[in-house]
């Protein structure tokens, strides 16, 4: 699974620890990474996710539908899915402003062996970490 | 003054690569690793 992850676009260092079953993934600097593409190449390596959390700088937008979002680059969002912690950043739609998250991407549904690929992934904001 | 501007551009193109929106880290939770 090491090797698989560490082959996908964008992955600098991929570290598992097999006792509590979690695999740390540093991205490259300038390289772009897909959350999605990461969680496929995991399954297709005979693994289950239960959890994939993030660390994320970007701007706050709104989507067509109206919705909060984390802009990543020009060509990368998550839809953030509301709370009370995601409440704070309203009032960050569409300024210059740039933040730094800790969020959940994916989380295991109950009874479900596999992630349905065709669901876009949404970010839950656990904490706030900077604003600049 | 030119000299100035030259490393307050150099300084400004060391740093852009750090306030880059980007992923910076991912944590998954695995089972069935053997």
Same mark, same amino acid.
Request: charged fraction near 25%.
């Given at each position: 699974?090491?090797?698989?992850?560490?082959?996908?676009?964008?992955?600098?260092?991929?570290?598992?620890? %097999?006792? /509590?079953?979690?695999?740390?993934?540093?991205? $490259?600097? +300038?390289?772009?990474?897909?959350?999605?593409?990461?969680?496929?190449?995991?399954? +297709?390596?005979?693994?289950?996710?239960?959890?994939?959390?993030?660390?994320?700088?970007?701007?706050?937008?709104?989507?067509?539908?109206?919705?909060?979002?984390?802009?990543?680059?020009?060509?990368?969002?998550?839809?953030?899915?509301?709370? +009370?912690?995601?409440?704070?950043?309203?009032?960050?739609? /569409?300024?210059?402003?740039?933040?730094?998250?800790?969020?959940?991407?994916?989380?295991?549904?109950?009874?479900? $062996?596999?992630?349905?690929?065709?669901?876009?992934?949404? %970010?839950?904001?656990?904490?706030?970490?900077?604003?600049? | 003054?030119?000299?100035?501007?030259?490393?307050?551009?150099?300084?400004?193109?060391?740093?852009?690569?750090?306030?880059?929106?980007?992923?910076?880290?991912?944590?998954?939770?695995?089972?069935?690793?053997?």
């Amino acid at each position: 699974m090491k090797q698989h992850l560490g082959r996908q676009s964008g992955v600098q260092t991929v570290e598992v620890s %097999l006792i /509590d079953g979690k695999v740390q993934i540093t991205p $490259k600097e +300038d390289g772009r990474i897909e959350p999605a593409q990461l969680l496929k190449a995991t399954y +297709d390596s005979g693994v289950s996710v239960a959890e994939m959390d993030l660390i994320a700088r970007g701007k706050i937008v709104k989507d067509a539908s109206g919705n909060l979002a984390l802009q990543i680059g020009s060509n990368q969002s998550f839809a953030i899915t509301p709370n +009370d912690v995601s409440k704070t950043l309203e009032a960050l739609v /569409d300024s210059s402003s740039i933040v730094t998250l800790r969020g959940e991407l994916y989380k295991k549904p109950p009874g479900k $062996k596999k992630a349905d690929p065709s669901v876009p992934l949404k %970010l839950l904001v656990l904490e706030v970490l900077k604003k600049e | 003054m030119n000299k100035k501007f030259a490393l307050l551009l150099l300084l400004g193109c060391a740093l852009a690569p750090l306030s880059q929106p980007q992923i910076k880290h991912i944590e998954m939770r695995v089972e069935g690793m053997t």
